[in-house]
Nanobody
Framework: VQLQASGGGLVQPGGSLRLSCAASGIFGSMNVMDWYRQAPGKQRELVATMSSGGITNYADSVKGRFTISGDNAKNTVYLQMDSLKPEDTAVYYC?????????WGKGTQVTVSS
């Protein structure tokens, strides 16, 4: 099973980015897919999560700015990030859970700076 994250980059404060994470090598869709991030010197934190049924949850720090969505047929999850702030700078990781097994993708760097 592989999770491939993409879409990171450098963006100015107030800008937007869209991250994608595609899962391959697994039969059927993940039960849960979510996004974590880790800033330098900080612990990894949960940003947004989505179940296969479409239920979503967000960290308070990103509510109203980030939107998680998915395509079950493509086993892909997206994170639309708007109104980005410098404190959103981090490496973003996607995670998938199926039948209690966790799968992590390599991170993608998001840098918010003027």
């Amino acid at each position: 099973v592989q999770l491939q994250a993409s879409g990171g980059g450098l963006v100015q404060p107030g800008g937007s980015l869209r991250l994608s994470c595609a899962a391959s090598g697994i039969f059927g869709s993940m039960n849960v897919m979510d996004w974590y991030r880790q800033a330098p010197g900080k612990q990894r934190e949960l940003v947004a999560t989505m179940s296969s049924g479409g239920i979503t949850n967000y960290a308070d720090s990103v509510k109203g700015r980030f939107t998680i969505s998915g395509d079950n047929a493509k086993n892909t999850v997206y994170l639309q990030m708007d109104s980005l702030k410098p404190e959103d700078t981090a490496v973003y990781y996607c995670r998938g859970i199926k039948y209690g097994m966790e799968y992590w993708g390599k991170g993608t760097q998001v840098t918010v700076s003027s």
